[in-house]
């Protein structure tokens, strides 16, 4: 990597500098905590790693968190796995994201919005209010702290009060999507064994109804440890038999009853997306989420009560968490159930509009599909509220930000952010006060010290490592469900650096602070010893206008060579011809390098994703290695199976 400055492609007036509360936080911690008052955001950031206890003391403070019993100590045990924050705490993170109502009763805390995109208010006294009802009838009906409350739900208001209602009793919640199978679900549900389930009858996705009747029926006779389940009718059907109407829960005026638990007790179950074997079940705690997002949130995207947070997501994705999490900050969240380009590419950003998103996040996929489909928000949409489009899922190519800071407006703050289910959070992306470089995220989080190593665990700077974390962040999971030894955990995390957090990641921390993702480590291209990252040769090929979506897979061979196929999937009406072939060998030779140009290229019926909409490079290696169908992958977690018998038949023809 170049370490040449380039010119930034935005920068923070110092107005705005000036009004973001992580300038106010700095200059207060200077004063009471020892923070420097000088050197900016790059000072900040490593006073907080270098005093990982005050820092996380000082967010307590600021954030004004509210302990019902004192801790001894901000982190009794640094080790990892293993951290112990706030010993003797006690708190809750529901009474936290509700606290807005009694300042601004007749504000919405939610806006909710389905296809028809016409936003539905739900006040901060209103959500209070459900939350407080269904939170008496969770108790009536024998939920206790660390019973599991489960949800099969779309991103509707109902899904908000009922995980907040769980939260607030101290139960554990967890979430799908309803376009989740029923033997996804299961995977992941049957681990935690959950006594409620909420429900929908089915779901609105594109213009259609789906009908998800049957697949309830299958939940409830495969969940032997169900006591109650709770029918929400969003397609109008009657409570199937034995099932509890929502509105009979939520009617009461109740005042809210928030259990006061350990800092470290549970708070919810995410799962990682579980394309090979089970997905892990990740469980992160009331406290861990609660500092960690007010942090996030409140300091690095700036959010506060004038702010309205819309991101598209679903419940089986962990932004639907972190959105949820916009809460704590006072802030307008933004629910938005529906398919992301109904009725055309637009329409999140005529979300945004109706909405007055301030800070409105999407995937990286979402942008370049804009940018191929020649959407033009900034001249078709009033956005002059939206400061912040974040972007997630995937690296953000360089050509992205152009296409947001060209088409959006030119003073937009364009933060691109790489975390994981696995922490519910950023390990790098948003500062409000620091430059945007094309293609990079603008810097590490606070408390968050990220490094690039490479394998011996020396640091790099810039050159391309392992993401590394070497010191605990408290939304680090409490354990694995159903991991009594830690075993999986460690597995996951530790086994390649002992005591440090290794994400599977291959980034660059630049000189200036900065870094970039380069792809997973895991499924990473590795020709004559030279690391590549897939997203570089993804960035490339998919600028041409051909070329719908790629994949490329690097592997192995037994005889020592290594064999590098890129699989393309076209637009309709083009043809992988020999005009075509060689365009995209010599774009990626002239944009990356000769040895980033694959061996073969290879015409497919399409790319296989994830359920959250990353493409699976591993499990299709695998494949591609010889390794049967059930064991290369759990088919539950794709989003269309059959895609993957192309690769099976493929390897099969080869080997």
Request: charged letters at 20%.
């Amino acid at each position: 990597m170049s370490t040449v400055n380039p010119q930034p492609l935005w920068q923070p007036d110092p107005e705005r500098i000036a009004q973001a509360q992580i300038t106010s936080f700095q200059a207060w911690a200077a004063e009471h905590h020892g923070a420097p008052s000088e050197g900016g955001y790059a000072a900040l950031h490593r006073w907080s790693v270098d005093e990982l206890d005050t820092f996380w003391k000082a967010v307590t403070e600021w954030f004004d968190v509210r302990f019902s019993t004192p801790y001894t100590r901000v982190l009794a045990d640094r080790s990892m796995p293993g951290a112990q924050w706030f010993p003797g705490a006690t708190l809750n993170y529901a009474e936290h994201a509700l606290r807005a109502a009694a300042t601004r009763p007749d504000e919405p805390a939610l806006l909710c919005v389905d296809e028809s995109h016409e936003p539905r208010p739900v006040t901060w006294s209103a959500l209070r209010r459900q939350v407080g009802s269904l939170a008496a009838e969770l108790r009536a009906l024998g939920v206790r702290p660390g019973d599991r409350v489960s949800g099969y739900l779309p991103n509707i208001p109902e899904a908000v009060v009922a995980l907040l209602a769980t939260a607030a009793v101290g139960g554990v919640w967890t979430s799908c999507a309803p376009d989740f199978g029923a033997r996804s679900v299961l995977d992941r549900f049957q681990q935690v064994e959950p006594v409620v389930l909420f429900t929908v009858d089915g779901y609105r996705y594109g213009g259609k109804e789906h009908d998800r009747r049957d697949v309830v029926a299958e939940l409830r006779r495969e969940l032997p440890t169900l006591r109650a389940v709770v029918h929400i009718p969003l397609l109008g059907t009657e409570a199937p038999e034995g099932a509890l109407e929502w509105s009979a829960l939520t009617s009461a005026d109740t005042e809210p009853v928030f259990e006061q638990v350990p800092f470290d007790h549970p708070l919810w179950v995410l799962y990682s997306s579980g394309t090979t074997g089970l997905p892990k079940a990740i469980v992160q705690s009331q406290g861990g989420i609660l500092v960690e997002h007010l942090k996030q949130l409140g300091l690095h995207c700036d959010l506060g009560p004038e702010d309205r947070f819309f991101w598209y997501t679903s419940t089986g994705w962990m932004m639907w968490n972190f959105l949820v999490s916009g809460l704590l900050t006072g802030t307008t969240i933004v629910l938005y159930d529906g398919s992301p380009g109904h009725p055309d590419t637009g329409a999140q950003w005529r979300i945004a509009e109706r909405t007055g998103a301030t800070l409105y996040g999407t995937s990286a996929a979402y942008v370049m599909a804009c940018r191929k489909a020649d959407i033009h928000p900034g001249r078709d949409y009033d956005l002059s509220r939206v400061r912040c489009v974040a972007t997630t899922g995937s690296p953000l190519p360089p050509d992205g930000f152009r296409w947001l800071h060209d088409e959006v407006r030119d003073d937009l703050w364009i933060a691109s952010v790489s975390g994981g289910t696995d922490v519910c959070s950023c390990f790098a992306g948003a500062v409000p006060t620091l430059p945007v470089y094309i293609g990079e995220l603008q810097a590490p989080g606070l408390g968050t010290d990220l490094q690039s190593w490479d394998p011996s665990g020396k640091p790099l700077t810039d050159e391309v490592g392992e993401l590394v974390v070497t010191n605990p962040m408290p939304s680090m999971p409490i354990y694995f469900w159903n991991d009594g030894d830690g075993s999986r955990y460690h597995d996951s995390y530790f086994d390649t650096y002992p005591g440090v957090w290794r994400h599977g990641d291959w980034i660059t921390v630049t000189s200036r602070g900065s870094v970039v993702i380069h792809g997973r480590s895991d499924s990473t291209l590795n020709r004559q010893g030279v690391r590549m990252g897939s997203a570089d040769i993804y960035e490339a090929v998919e600028r041409l206008p051909e070329i719908k979506e790629s994949l490329v897979i690097g592997i192995e061979q037994p005889d020592g060579g290594y064999w590098m196929p890129l699989f393309v999937h076209l637009v309709p009406g083009a043809v992988l011809d020999e005009a075509l072939l060689n365009r995209i060998k010599q774009t990626i030779r002239e944009q990356l390098s000769p040895r980033h140009v694959p061996d073969e290229i290879i015409e497919v019926p399409g790319v296989p994703h994830t359920l959250t909409g990353k493409r699976i490079e591993v499990p299709v290696k695998r494949l591609l290695q010889g390794t049967p169908m059930d064991k290369a992958v759990n088919p539950g977690s794709i989003d269309d199976l059959e895609l993957l018998h192309f690769y099976e038949d493929l390897a099969r023809r080869r080997n």
